[in-house]
């Protein structure tokens, strides 16, 4: 790393005895003291015979993998002979998912810079506490989400410089000063232990905490669900609807399919269930990532008119209902493969595929991981017990200066926020967010399972469910229930979705109390907002 190199994120890591216990003890897990994730994934591609592939694709243009190396150089050096950035300043990056978006990711990153990227949906007042928090010295931006950023910059005046990365014809675009440059740039000579990346989490209340991967994590991430798990290859063609600001996203349509040589597909506009079903007809996509609702919207159209190549569905971002897995089996044919992971661990990291998949399971840990299931104290419980999820591996979770590390990360262990159940063979089964297990009556009810079974009703479209609270029983179970159109949320209904549940898991996990909903509040990421079903 350069002489000249801001400190700010480096100096506000966690002491190192906050920090996670990090395990490199496979071989592929050996990875050098020196090394830009960039220059890896991207600079090398050539090498591997994979320079003239494509890698980015449109509805427009095609980018090879040595065309996005020439364009991404290309902003390298707007960013650091015209903006004369140093290794180690923040570049927040601000837009829905586009080619155009990628090569800035990629650009900022092989410059040495640290990427502080931001969902498209975020409002001013959100979008300035991550300036707050971040300190960016540049802000690149979708010129169609320009509008919230300038008004965050009025209250957050320490966020000097917004250039527009999509304006071909704009004078000051990043498009046109990237244009009047060569290619040709050099890697910045960072550390593995450098940071590339600061994730904000969608954090369900107070001010939102700032997770950071260095070069080595990211690159830790590629050998470990990707290798062992996923297990794409060059001439897959990937598409999906997590935002690339999103972890999940960025690994599954950024940084798993460069390591693997493929390519990823980038739409005009956001996926609708149909027009995503349209694509993998229209450009021949064999991987997709979504999060379960979307699978569930999808499988109509995919029942009526295919799913062409696509040969690989992957889930995260929350639980995937049995229900759901099976519905999209019964309308495709495929086995989806389910994963949790968390944007503090960067990725996945308890999964199965094909036949290792077990029906009401996610799967095991992932190859680079250990997880157990804990006790409020962190002693492991006999198989079989719900307790706390706890897991270290090859990467781990280091928050930007905040107090709240010491609640995520206890003896070396991560500590993700999720109660499981693990079985005598290993499998782990979600049972939900420790923070929604609803206790009525001396019972332990996981909010998921309930969700499951209510989703099994042939009225049933959408539904969350809470833990109330109550005098008698402590707690007891509300659903909130979106309805298919042409059904009546009557008592009659009420009766009838009651019953199902009884009649589909254990009587006592029934909803007592049902609200029928015109629809769901859902993060960014496909994710339900519980906290704001237990507000309402």
């Known amino acids: 790393m350069s002489a000249q190199h801001d400190r700010f994120v480096h100096d506000r890591l966690p002491p190192k005895n906050e920090w996670p216990i990090l395990h490199y003890d496979r071989p592929e897990l050996l990875i050098p003291a020196q090394v830009n994730v960039v220059e890896e994934l991207l600079d090398k591609a050539a090498q591997k015979g994979w320079g003239a592939r494509p890698l980015l694709r449109s509805s427009k243009i095609v980018l090879s993998y040595d065309d996005v190396r020439e364009r991404v150089d290309r902003i390298c050096r707007v960013l650091v002979e015209d903006l004369h950035l140093v290794p180690g300043n923040r570049v927040l990056l601000r837009g829905g998912n586009s080619i155009g978006l990628a090569l800035a990711w990629l650009a900022v990153v092989k410059a040495g810079l640290i990427s502080v990227a931001t969902m498209p949906l975020l409002r001013a007042r959100e979008l300035g506490d991550i300036i707050d928090k971040a300190q960016p010295a540049v802000a690149l931006c979708d010129i169609k989400l320009l509008e919230e950023l300038e008004l965050a910059r009025k209250e957050h005046p320490s966020l000097a410089t917004v250039i ?3 304006t071909p014809n704009e004078p000051g675009s990043l498009a046109v000063r990237s244009a009047q440059k060569e290619g040709g740039f050099t890697a910045c000579a960072t550390s593995a232990d450098d940071i590339a990346m600061m994730a904000f989490t969608s954090g369900t209340t107070g001010k939102p905490k700032a997770a950071v991967h260095a070069h080595r994590d990211i690159l830790a991430a590629c050998e470990a669900w990707p290798r062992h798990v996923l297990r794409a290859t060059p001439d897959d063609i990937v598409v999906g609807s997590p935002p690339l600001a999103f972890t999940f996203g960025l690994g599954g349509l950024l940084i798993f399919p460069m390591w693997a040589g493929c390519s990823v ?4 506009a956001p996926y609708t ?3 995503m079903v349209k694509t993998f007809h229209d450009i021949g996509a064999t991987i997709c990532y979504t999060a379960p609702t979307f699978y569930r919207a999808m499988a109509p159209f995919a029942r009526r008119h295919g799913i062409a190549k696509l040969r690989i569905c992957v889930s995260a971002g ?17 086995e989806i493969l389910d994963g949790i992971g968390a944007t503090e661990m960067f990725h996945i990291f308890i999964s199965s595929a094909g036949d290792e998949v077990r029906r009401g399971a996610i799967g095991k840990i992932v190859p680079g991981y250990e997880a157990k299931v804990v006790d409020d104290d962190g002693n492991e419980l006999p198989r079989g017990t719900i307790g ?10 280091k928050y930007l200066g905040d107090a709240r590390q010491q609640n995520y990360v206890k003896n070396g262990w991560n500590y993700p926020g999720d109660a499981f159940m693990q079985d005598a063979d290993g499998y782990f089964f979600y049972q939900a967010r420790t923070d929604d297990m609803i206790v009525s009556a001396g019972y332990n009810i996981g909010g998921p399972e309930v969700e499951d079974a209510l ?3 042939a009225a049933v479209a959408e539904c969350g469910v809470i833990g109330k609270p109550d005098d008698e029983r402590g707690m007891i179970v509300k659903a909130f229930v979106v309805l298919k159109p042409g059904n009546e949320a009557d008592a009659a209904m009420t ?4 019953d199902h549940v009884k ?10 109390e049902i609200e029928f909903v015109a629809a769901l509040p859902r993060t960014e990421t496909g994710k339900l907002q519980r906290f704001r079903l237990r507000q309402a």
């Not at 597909?265 to 005009?268: A, C, H, Q, T, V």
Request: with cysteine; charged share 20%.
């Open 503 to 512: 009649a589909t898991i254990a009587p006592y996990k029934y909803p007592r």
């Open 273 to 275: 269930p149909e027009s």
């Open 265 to 268: 597909y980038f739409p005009d």
């Open 318 to 334: 929350e639980g995937l209902p049995d229900a759901t897995r099976q519905l999209w089996k019964d309308a495709t044919g495929i």
């Open 455 to 457: 989703l099994r009703h």
């Open 164 to 166: 527009a990365f999509n």
């Open 388 to 397: 706390k999820l706890a897991v270290i591996g090859c990467t781990g979770c």
């Open 495 to 498: 009766k009838s979705l009651q």
